[in-house]
């Protein structure tokens, strides 16, 4: 099945193997992660890995992640990233047979920190250097439908081992089949095709990574920031982009439901997901539309859709408590009458996932086509979406209020766009110069000299 795939040199071929490289591994820790609290009846030990997770994670993306990336290159980073999956999803398969297993998941969780901040570095890298201008959003759009049919497929595998269970929390087959599935995702990397054997669609060479010192590395940050000093306005839409993740999964579907319905929940969230991602591709990408235009359609999207989602979210966040859970549980079954008006704001916020996740990566890939400078991006991206996350999560853990992590998160994502805005308006153009294409500007001029 995949020799044909792996020998392919095509762009779309590589693109659709990165998937299934995610669908594998971050695809099954996104299955268990929307299960809320990680699949447990009590979520604190899953809230303290993830808050251990993103911390780690949020420093080696911003710089280890991106240079590492450029001095071993992208297949190789890809094939270490997906290794703390495994270990990830084997420490939730030890809790539940030790419960006081709680610290393995918390170091599992500091550890799949490290390994996710390449993948996702060499992953970002990878998605936005092969397609040409006019097919990012098209190439996003079919990296993160298969990436979430991964957690589509997972949720599935939940749901029909818990669907007759009355537990709170799921059995060890759900556990031993999401890790079989990561074990497969490692070796895939193995076969891609390395990237400097790339060709475009249109004929042109992907840029070729540059395996530089790590004093240069060091030295591209610093040039990238005073290049491109508008990114800076990008920041607080990457620091929301893995924020709201608490309150939807932790706060509202592991607070309301019971664990057939979590599971449910999960399948429609991330069924939602590919139709997101694909719909905004396509709006990104239309050929006979500028791509300034095409940027602000974008942004205009995601704004309605914040409002839509925490607006209805809102009337559902102000009728339970911490407290009132605790002492009189919902456990909302999907037969109950309550149920379907509550399942569709779960498939709403997978469309905001999807619609403000492939958005902040189009935006990046705008910016520039060459992939040292884009794992740069991809760093400052990873690494600031990680920190918000590692916020939400200790909020949690803490046990904060749910109105005040609900709250957060919809100030959050209403002020990474307002802030945005700015940066769209002046920096998208409707094509990259070739100065764009290199992280250190004296590279291109000494060419064009």
């Known amino acids: 099945m995949w020799l044909p795939l792996v020998l392919d040199r095509n762009p779309y071929s590589q693109v659709i193997i990165l998937g299934f490289v995610c669908f594998m591994c971050p695809g099954m820790f996104n299955a268990l992660t929307g299960l809320g609290g990680g699949g447990q009846v009590d979520g604190k030990s899953a809230a303290n890995a993830n808050c251990a997770l993103y911390s780690t994670s949020a420093f080696f993306s911003f710089f280890p992640g991106s240079s590492i990336h450029n001095v ?62 006019v097919q990012k959003g098209r190439f996003i759009g079919i990296f993160w439908a298969i990436f979430n049919l991964g957690a589509v497929v997972g949720a599935a595998v939940a749901l029909g081992n818990n669907f007759h269970s009355e537990a709170g929390s799921v059995g060890n087959g759900t556990y031993i089949g999401f890790l079989i599935l990561t074990l497969i995702g490692v070796c895939i990397p193995i076969f891609m095709v390395d990237p400097d054997n790339m060709i475009r669609t249109d004929g042109t060479e992907v840029a070729r990574v540059r395996h530089l010192s790590w004093k240069h590395e060091f030295y591209s940050f610093y040039l990238t920031l005073k290049t491109d000093p508008l990114i800076l306005l990008l920041f607080p839409m990457f620091f929301a982009s893995n924020y709201f993740y608490t309150w939807q999964f932790n706060d509202y579907n592991s607070a309301l439901f019971n664990i057939r319905t979590r599971a449910l929940n999960n399948i429609v969230y991330w069924l939602s997901q590919i139709f997101g991602s694909v719909a905004i591709g396509v709006i990104l990408d239309q050929p006979r539309v500028r791509r300034r235009v ?105 046990k904060l209020p749910y109105m005040s992590i609900f709250t957060s998160t919809w100030g959050l994502t209403a002020a990474g766009l307002v802030l945005a805005f700015p940066m769209i308006y002046v920096r998208v153009r409707d094509h990259s110069d070739v100065i764009d294409e290199y992280v250190d500007k004296s590279l291109v001029c000494s060419k064009l000299t």
């Open 72 to 133: 071993l290159g992208s297949r190789l980073t890809l094939f270490l990233g997906t290794f703390g999956y495994s270990l990830y999803i084997a420490s939730f398969l030890v809790v539940n047979i030790h419960p006081g297993a709680g610290a393995f998941v918390t170091t599992a969780g500091a550890l799949l920190g490290i390994c996710a901040a390449l993948l996702w570095t060499a992953q970002g890298s990878l998605m936005l250097a092969y397609p040409t201008e």
């Open 294 to 398: 095409r940027a602000f359609a974008g942004w205009g999207i995601l704004l309605i859709m914040v409002f839509v989602v925490h607006v209805w979210a809102y009337f559902y966040q102000r009728t339970y408590t911490r407290e009132t859970i605790t002492n009189h549980p919902f456990d909302m079954d999907m037969y109950d009458i309550a149920y379907p008006a509550h399942c569709w704001l779960m498939i709403f916020c997978g469309l905001l996932d999807a619609m403000w996740q492939t958005t902040a990566y189009w935006l990046m890939g705008a910016m520039s086509n060459d992939p040292a400078r884009l794992a740069i991006f991809i760093g400052f991206y990873k690494s600031l979406e990680s920190a918000g996350a590692a916020v939400a999560w200790r909020e949690d853990a803490i």
